[in-house]
Each structure stands twice: as structure tokens, then as C-alpha cells.
DNA sequence: CTGAAAGCGCTTACAG
DNA sequence: CTGAAAGCGCTTACAG
């Protein structure tokens, strides 16, 4: 048994291939009745049309790509489940690959739907140097980077405003009455500048207000909650006087309230924590953890915003489109 | 500027298309010479030959497709995970797509993958008529069913156990010293049987030790935190005496965690609570959740697994692949 | 309204 | 070791 081609249709309605071609695209001018015979042929054979075929002669494939770190991850699934839902209702297909934030991976996995080919990527997942990116991008392989600028051509990028939320962490604690602050950041083998903003900003924050952030209040560890525990118990064994903590990322921050608790410290009363991402697992937490949001969805929403604009047009240049953050107050500040 | 094709890149190298072929596939029989005139034609063009035209000929795209209710769903990136990995490692990409648990987004999801087309499909997605997966599953679309038996040529199925899990949460809870039970099951509009094995493994598992599950002390709700909220606090007014409670999911019993905190409840001392799947979200809710717990990323090696049987060898039949589910025993029994 | 011809970018025999 | 021919399953002009 064999899959059914457009031939056999033809042959079997007694048309040519055009005149099935013409059906299976809803395309006008076939006369009724031939369009029943066609139809008929098509449901006998359960005929289905490639995509392969189309795409050889169309050059578009009507699929794109999607690259991420770890769809495992928590913090990954609302942004991507935003992406398949615009994909799919704008009639595209979506080939997902994780990178692990892998150099290697990364560049496999772009080039290996570049080959497929794709008709463009959303690329989360920021280790790739610049110079290969703007190798890829082309106007038949449009790139959108998520928090990354894309200053080459054929690129455009959705990004966080992570000084902001930097800032709004600080204005937040400040509010609630903090006066010692202490910060647990992210340990980092690569130089991603966009990764310090965070920090930049909730130090502006801070010295806007008239408080500082000393060097030896801030811990970095790796971004999950063992690492946060384990910063957290440092970090407050070495300044008992702090009293209001900004984590990287939420997980961290889960590590961050188990430790407090552990310890015995009360919050908010005692210290007050506020995380960063706004992923679900904050809700679940005792104390429900305060944190600087992301609309993961809306990120996802813009991304594909984007690689539509770059389909439609790839020799404009498109700005980027920014994610303002904000803070989700729950029961941890 | 447009893609390079095999052509230019003959031409440009002075040879033949078929030898352009051979060097991108690493075909033996291309002397060493002629390939690194190939390899300087390809590398000066940015070639990169594109999988579409190769899957016209070969008929195998190298791609397949994953179905699963909603990637945003805590229960699924484990799974997703361990078949973007397998396959991954195993030279395929795989086209994604979210079902909302909807018959028809499902069979339109199925429908577009066959279309792609895709060399097969895993489906963790259980809306479909067994009809309609038959028509679909050919030697040349191979189907593996997640949970859910295969009875049809061209398809298998990994399901876990479900009657045991049940058995275990019985079990699990008597050795604890429970003796009054409840049940907080799922609403499920669809008669799927599947569902209600959890329930009818838990009564046996009692009844083996002497025990029984009153109808009065069923409760069924939305598989959410919320519904098991209001589930738990219906349960618990109605008998006061039930100090052992086995949720349906996870996602559930930590909405009876959260009611037995509220009701001022001691958990474990007064009641204890089991919940079924082991998703991440069990160890951060205090207490943290006992559950039956189903290794997800086994299971999705096991699917890609019988996916690449099925592939190389469609028109075998294969016998179901069983997932064993266990008690992660946590603070909440 | 319908079909014959050419072609999308590759690979698969086969011939030399 | 290399290339000419045919073909995978469609669509795109174009002719009638």
C-alpha cells in the first residue's frame, strides 16, 4: 500500500492533474460537476496533498522553527505555547528544537532547519555569536531573537526591559518598607551583558531612593533552587540586617524562601523576597512568592509578530518590540 | 538573493550535480581532489542542501510528528522532552502540536501532519474515534498511542499502568495507618475508560486489605488546584472521618493540600494525601506531595522507541509498551 | 473551464 | 571515479 499522488486522482476522476491541483487549492474556475468528480476521486483514494511537492516549487514550507534552551523548563512553556498558538491558527506548522543553552546544540539545531528549510526561525535560546547569526539570517531564512538585540539585516527581536524590572524590584521592596537589601544573581560562564540588567536596574532603584547595594550583599549561584538555598543561607548569615532580597529568577527565589523558612525567618515580616519571571510554580509556594512578571505569552505572541512582519517584507528593517515588566505582588514582600 | 541550489554549485565546482551530491551525503567514490573543489563551491555559496526535494525522492522526511493536549501543562515538557531528545540524537526534527484536548484541533493537527507529510506520529492526545486513527495509520503514516491501546495494523502504544497506580495509592495509604478513605477524581464529559482505571485499582487495592470506598466518598471535579479545592472542603464536610485521600492528578491534591491547610487540618497526623503523575510541582507545595508517580521521560523514550520500530519495519505488530508506575512517597502521608 | 509543458531541487539507477 | 537521463509530486504560466 501506497500513499495516493495527485496522478492517480486525476487518472481516476479523468482530469488532469491541473484540474485536481486546482481543487485541492480551492482554486476558481472548475466547473461543478467536475469538482464532484474530483472530490469523489480524492476521498476514495483518501487522498492527501504533500507539502513537500508544494513547497519545491512555492519555496515556502509554511513551517518555522522554534529554538529554545529547555522546553522542560519551566519558564519556557507559556512563551511557547503562545508561538504554536499563533503558528497554528496563521496556518504554520512549528519544528521545535532544545539548545540545553549549548553552543553546539544551538548552531546544530539552527542549521538543521535551515536544511529542512524552514521558512524562518524564533530563536530563545542566546549563545550563538552575532557573526552566525547574521550568516543564517537571509531573506528566505528570517531570524527573530528573543531578548537579544538583532542589529543585522533580515533580523528582528522581541526583548525584556530587564533594567526596569531591575528597577521596579527595587521601587517594590523600598515600598514595603526594606532599608537592607541584598541580591542573589546568577552565576554566568558567558559575558551576556543583557543578563547583568537585571541588577543595573534594581541598583538604580535603589540609589534613586537614596539606599545602595553593597558588593559583599550580593551572592551568585547557579539558577535553581538548591543554588538559591544555599546563597540564601550565606548571604544572610554573612548581613543579618538584610531585609529585602531580589532574586535573578523565581526558582532561585523558591530556594530563597525555603531557606528563610529553614532558618526560622519570618516573611514578609522579617525579610521580603521578590523574584523574577512570573512562572506558575510562584503561586504554589509558601509564602506565595512576589515577583517581577514577564507575559511569557505576550512574548510569544510578539515573536511570531514578527517573523510574520519578516516573511510579508524581509528587506525592511523592523524595530524591536519590548516587554514591559511588572510586579506581581503575592505574599512574599 | 536567493538560496543556492545543487546546480550553481556544480557549476561552480565544474562537476556534475550528482557529484555535489555525493559530497554532501559522504558518499564513497568522489576523489579527493573533486571533493575539495565541492567543499570550496559549497562553503563560497553558503549551500546548504534543503530537505525537501530530498524527501520527494526518498519519501522519508526525517521528520515526525508529536500531538499532546497542551505543551503548557506541567505533565507534558517531561515527556515532549525525552522525544525531542531521542529523536534528536536519532536525525529527526519533530513538529509539535497542542490539542487543548479538542477532538476536532486534534484531528486537524493529525490531518496537517499527514500532510506535511511527517514519517509518523506520536499522539499523547485521547479525543480521536479509533476509526479515524485507523484511516490514518498506513504503512506510510505509523502511529504510536500514548495511554491508550493500538488495536490496528501500523500503529502501537505505550500506556502506563493505571489499575496498579491505583493499587499502589490503596496500598500506600493502609500501610500508613489510614482507614477512612475519599477519592477526588476527574469530570470527564468522554466515556474514556482509561480514566476511571486509577479509581477501580484503588477500591481493589482496599478491598484486598479489607477496606471499601463509599460512593458518598467520591467527589468529581475539573482537573485543577481549584476544583480539588472545592472538592476536598465538600469531602471533608461531608465525612469527617476520611484521614486518607487519593486525588486523580497531582495538579488536584494540591488543591486538597491547600483546603486541609485552610480547614486548620494537620497533614499528615490528621489526613493524608496522595496524589498520581509526580510532576515537579509536587516537591515545592508544603506539605510536599506523596504521589504515584510516572517516569514521563521514560515514557517518551518508550514511544519514540516503538515509533522507530514501527518505522523501520511497519508492517510488523508491535505489543504495547507498559510503564510501571511507583509511590514517591513525600511529606504529605 | 481544462490540459500540455516545464520546472522546483534533489536522488537513483545506469552507463561509461 | 564521474555524468546524462529520468523521476519524486506538486504548481505555474500559458494555450486553447
Known amino acids: 500500500m501506497k500513499r495516493a499522488n495527485i496522478r492517480e486522482v486525476a487518472e481516476r476522476a479523468g482530469v488532469s492533474r491541473q484540474t ?3 481543487v485541492i487549492n480551492e482554486l476558481p474556475g472548475v466547473r461543478p460537476g467536475t469538482q464532484d468528480r474530483v472530490q ?10 504533500t507539502n513537500t ?3 519545491l516549487v512555492s519555496q515556502k514550507t509554511a513551517t ?3 529554538v529554545l534552551a529547555d522546553i522542560s523548563n519551566p519558564f519556557f512553556p507559556g512563551f511557547a505555547r503562545a508561538v504554536f498558538d499563533q503558528a497554528n491558527s496563521n496556518g504554520y506548522n512549528v519544528l521545535l528544537c532544545n539548545t540545553d543553552n549549548d553552543l553546539a546544540l544551538e548552531k546544530k539545531a539552527i542549521l538543521s532547519l535551515a536544511k529542512q528549510p524552514v521558512d524562518g526561525i524564533i530563536i530563545f535560546s542566546n549563545r550563538s555569536d552575532g557573526d552566525f547569526l547574521k550568516s543564517v539570517a537571509k531573506p528566505y531564512l528570517p531570524l527573530v531573537l528573543i531578548n537579544r538585540p538583532a542589529n543585522f539585516q533580515y533580523a528582528a527581536s522581541v526583548q525584556s526591559k ?7 524590584a527595587a521601587k517594590h521592596l523600598i515600598e514595603k518598607g526594606c532599608t537592607n537589601f541584598g541580591y542573589i544573581g546568577r552565576l554566568d560562564p558567558s559575558r551576556e551583558t543583557q543578563k547583568v540588567r537585571r541588577l543595573m536596574g534594581f541598583k538604580k532603584g535603589l540609589e534613586a531612593k537614596g539606599y545602595s547595594l553593597k558588593e559583599s550583599d550580593i551572592e551568585l549561584t547557579e539558577p535553581n533552587d538548591i543554588g538559591g538555598y544555599a546563597a540564601a543561607t550565606r548571604l544572610l548569615r554573612r548581613n543579618r540586617k538584610i531585609d529585602g532580597i531580589f532574586c535573578y529568577n523565581d526558582i532561585i527565589a523558591v530556594g530563597v524562601l525555603r531557606a528563610c523558612k529553614d532558618s526560622g ?3 514578609p515580616s522579617k525579610v521580603k523576597v521578590i523574584g523574577y519571571d512570573g512562572i506558575r510554580l510562584g503561586e504554589y509556594v509558601d509564602p506565595k512568592l512576589t515577583t517581577v512578571s514577564i507575559d511569557q505569552y505576550g512574548l510569544g505572541v510578539c515573536a511570531f509578530k ?3 512582519k519578516l516573511l510579508e517584507n524581509p528587506d525592511k528593517k523592523y ?11 503575592r505574599d512574599s514582600t
Open 319 to 329: 524595530r524591536p518590540l519590548w516587554i514591559q515588566p511588572e510586579v506581581l505582588e
Open 20 to 22: 485536481v491541483s486546482r
Open 40 to 49: 469523489k476521486a480524492i476521498d476514495e483514494l483518501g487522498y492527501i496533498a
Open 53 to 55: 511537492a508544494k513547497a
Open 306 to 308: 514578527q517573523l510574520q
Open 64 to 66: 518555522f522553527g522554534l
Open 265 to 267: 525567618i519570618r516573611m
Open 162 to 168: 530587564n533594567k526596569v524590572g531591575g528597577e521596579l
